[in-house]
């Protein structure tokens, strides 16, 4: 049973940026692809970005890409999502998860090939 746990949302102006981190325990952590997602009122969960265990791919969707950054350090068991120029259509809660499908990338996209979730830290973006 791996926990997980966001922090460093908030509030920013647009253009600026947040780096959001996502700590683990209760399993082991290298064994797992890392995804970011967000959500917003009435909307499904989107993919945002995935990191494989190594953290050697990345995988982003168009609409963040060039903008945002996924990193994760195993030694520390967390999970990064830098985000810059930042836009208010990026306002939602966004959720990290683990996904143990480590060698089949087509499930990095999907929210239902994840096991485990965070509880969301709210991430507004003022225009």
């Known amino acids: 049973q791996v926990q997980l746990v966001e922090s460093g949302g908030g509030l920013v102006q647009a253009g600026g940026s947040l780096r959001l981190s996502c700590a683990a325990s209760?399993?082991?952590?290298?064994?797992?692809?890392m995804g970011w997602f967000r959500q917003t009122p009435g909307q499904a969960r989107e993919f945002v970005a995935a990191?494989?265990?190594?953290?050697?791919?990345?995988y982003y969707a168009d609409s963040v890409k060039g903008r945002f950054t996924i990193s994760r350090d195993n030694a520390l068991n967390t999970v990064y999502l830098q985000m810059n120029s930042l836009k208010a259509e990026d306002t939602a809660v966004y959720y990290c998860a683990a996904n143990a499908n480590k060698y089949n990338s087509d499930t990095y996209y999907y929210p239902n090939r994840y096991a485990y979730w965070g509880q969301g830290t709210q991430v507004t973006v003022s225009s």
């Open positions: 209760g399993g082991t952590f290298s064994a797992y692809v």
């Open positions: 990191i494989t265990w190594s953290g050697g791919r990345t």
